[in-house]
């Protein structure tokens, strides 16, 4: 691809990702497709300020995921890191709940330093991708600030600071994605969106209320998202009535839902024109079905990175496969 090309009329399959879970699926998208027809849109509603740094969660979780970097223990943060500067750290008193290995902290002095510059988190985000070897896009769902806070029985929580320093233990009442009012939708996920070479959207098995749904909260990308000629499919992250992975089924019972695959499905409606369930959960698909949804009924528990591909090939083939309804 040349300088001067537009990188969303090569993309075939937009994938929208949160952090670990999500990163799976995409991962086995980034093989199972040519890269260059690939683009994610990343969650930025867990973006932080943290000792003076920009902290991009998803995004980097993504950018380790696919240049093959990530740390497979925790799903985040890069293989084979070292914790000197956490030490150093904390034997000058500072502030060690959120852990950043030596290398990752690269990545956010970099990016801090290039944000402070006046260059954009999407224009950053590119080239550190490039950098990693990644072919794919990884395009951050806004270039201005959108904060999750998630609203607790003890008052609204910074997401990182629920998450993180508080091991998601607080009762949650609800969500507010801060910043969703003014932000500008990144504009290579809008192009991607009304391009004719877009083929599917497909909905990572990532949590639905904090890393979903504040990209669904930028206006202009739920707008682009109803109006793109291509279908949309979502993956169930609950699998069997639990969470593949962190606190989506402890949220969905804090909010008084059923924790199960069909409620996933009714979270994002008439978004979406398929759903995709595991066989455990077979006996959903008719609730799904009758609620005008197409369904594929797989294996979506992602160990290996042939589970990860196989998932994604028939996720990408059940999403081509569907005549748009709505
Ligand atoms: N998650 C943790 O549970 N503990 C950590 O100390 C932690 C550090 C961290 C550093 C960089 C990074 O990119 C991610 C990190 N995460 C950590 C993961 C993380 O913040 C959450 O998994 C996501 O934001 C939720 O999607």
């Given at each position: 691809?040349?300088?001067?090309?537009?990188?969303?009329?090569?993309v075939t399959c937009l994938a929208l990702?949160?952090?670990?879970?999500?990163?799976?699926l995409a991962?086995g998208l980034y093989h199972h497709l040519p890269?260059?027809e690939l683009a994610?849109?990343?969650?930025?509603?867990?973006?932080?300020?943290?000792?003076?740094?920009?902290?991009?969660?998803?995004?980097?979780?993504?950018?380790?995921?696919?240049?093959?970097?990530?740390?497979?223990?925790?799903?985040?943060?890069?293989?084979?890191?070292?914790?000197?500067?956490?030490?150093?750290?904390?034997?000058?008193?500072?502030?060690?709940?959120?852990?950043?290995?030596?290398?990752?902290?690269?990545?956010?002095?970099?990016?801090?330093?290039?944000?402070?510059?006046?260059?954009?988190?999407?224009?950053?985000?590119?080239?550190?991708?490039?950098?990693?070897?990644?072919?794919?896009?990884?395009?951050?769902?806004?270039?201005?600030?959108?904060?999750?806070?998630?609203?607790?029985?003890?008052?609204?929580?910074?997401?990182?600071?629920?998450?993180?320093?508080?091991?998601?233990?607080?009762?949650?009442?609800?969500?507010?994605?801060?910043?969703?009012?003014?932000?500008?939708?990144?504009?290579?996920?809008?192009?991607a969106l009304?391009a004719p070479t877009l083929r599917a959207v497909i909905i990572c098995p990532?949590?639905?209320?904090?890393?979903?749904?504040?990209?669904?909260?930028?206006?202009?990308?739920?707008?682009?998202l109803r109006?793109c000629a291509a279908p949309i499919v979502a993956v169930s992250?609950?699998?069997?009535?639990?969470?593949?992975?962190?606190?989506?089924?402890?949220?969905?019972?804090?909010?008084?839902?059923?924790?199960?695959a069909?409620?996933v499905a009714?979270?994002y409606?008439e978004l979406i024109d398929g759903f995709v369930l595991d066989p455990?959960d077979a006996?959903l698909g008719q609730?799904v079905r009758d609620n005008g949804l197409h369904t594929l009924i797989t294996p979506s528990?992602?160990?290996?990175?042939?589970?990860k591909i196989r998932l994604a090939k028939e996720v990408f083939t059940f999403a081509v496969s569907l005549t748009k309804t709505r």
């Amino acid at each position: 691809m040349s300088a001067t090309e537009n990188p969303s009329e090569h993309v075939t399959c937009l994938a929208l990702s949160g952090g670990v879970g999500g990163a799976k699926l995409a991962l086995g998208l980034y093989h199972h497709l040519p890269p260059a027809e690939l683009a994610v849109a990343a969650n930025v509603g867990d973006d932080f300020e943290h000792l003076g740094l920009t902290i991009c969660p998803d995004i980097d979780t993504l950018s380790y995921t696919l240049s093959g970097l990530a740390n497979l223990e925790t799903g985040w943060g890069r293989t084979g890191d070292t914790p000197t500067f956490m030490r150093a750290l904390a034997d000058l008193g500072g502030e060690t709940w959120f852990h950043l290995g030596d290398g990752d902290l690269a990545m956010h002095v970099a990016r801090s330093h290039r944000l402070r510059a006046g260059e954009s988190l999407s224009r950053i985000t590119t080239d550190f991708c490039t950098r990693l070897g990644i072919r794919a896009r990884i395009w951050p769902a806004s270039n201005d600030p959108v904060r999750t806070l998630v609203n607790t029985a003890d008052g609204p929580l910074a997401l990182q600071h629920y998450f993180v320093r508080e091991k998601c233990a607080p009762i949650v009442t609800g969500f507010r994605y801060d910043g969703t009012d003014s932000a500008r939708a990144n504009p290579d996920i809008l192009a991607a969106l009304s391009a004719p070479t877009l083929r599917a959207v497909i909905i990572c098995p990532s949590n639905p209320f904090i890393s979903i749904d504040p990209i669904l909260a930028l206006a202009e990308i739920n707008r682009a998202l109803r109006d793109c000629a291509a279908p949309i499919v979502a993956v169930s992250p609950i699998v069997g009535g639990t969470a593949l992975k962190g606190p989506t089924a402890k949220m969905m019972q804090e909010l008084g839902k059923a924790v199960s695959a069909d409620t996933v499905a009714r979270h994002y409606g008439e978004l979406i024109d398929g759903f995709v369930l595991d066989p455990v959960d077979a006996a959903l698909g008719q609730a799904v079905r009758d609620n005008g949804l197409h369904t594929l009924i797989t294996p979506s528990v992602m160990e290996t990175l042939d589970d990860k591909i196989r998932l994604a090939k028939e996720v990408f083939t059940f999403a081509v496969s569907l005549t748009k309804t709505r």
